[in-house]
């Protein structure tokens, strides 16, 4: 019932820029923390950004100074503002919710969206 859905996903050149978005939907009733994760081809699923309730952005070092991440509460969306792209920022990127608390247990748990996939490259 709980759903992250991702759009803006594509191919940009490098230096270029690209906005991601994710919108959790279903029973929530709150969610602590959203962000995003990213996966190349064979390698590990790194944190990229994260924010917490109450607005306490962290980034990954590779991408500090040209990634912003935002969240709009009353729509539990999750944005990622990435600018400067660089062919090493190519990867499925994955929308993440953790402390996600639906209305039907009261519980916490965390979610992930499907994956989108960036390809910088000229």
């Known amino acids: 019932q709980v759903q992250f859905v991702e759009s803006g996903g594509g191919l940009v050149q490098p230096g270029g820029s690209l906005r991601l978005s994710c919108t959790a939907s279903?029973?929530?009733?709150?969610?602590?923390?959203m962000g995003w994760y990213r996966q190349a081809p064979g390698n590990q699923r790194d944190l990229v950004a994260t924010?917490?309730?109450?607005?306490?952005?962290f980034y990954a070092d590779s991408v500090k100074g040209r990634f912003t991440i935002s969240r709009d509460y009353a729509n539990n969306t999750v944005y990622l503002q990435m600018n400067n792209l660089k062919p090493e920022d190519t990867a499925v990127y994955y929308c993440?919710?953790?402390?996600?608390?639906?209305?039907?247990?009261?519980?916490?748990?965390?979610?992930w969206g499907q994956g989108t996939q960036v390809t910088v490259s000229s």
């Open positions: 993440w919710g953790g402390g996600v608390v639906t209305k039907d247990t009261m519980t916490a748990r965390a979610y």
């Open positions: 279903g029973s929530i009733f709150s969610i602590y923390s």
């Open positions: 924010i917490r309730s109450g607005n306490s952005p």
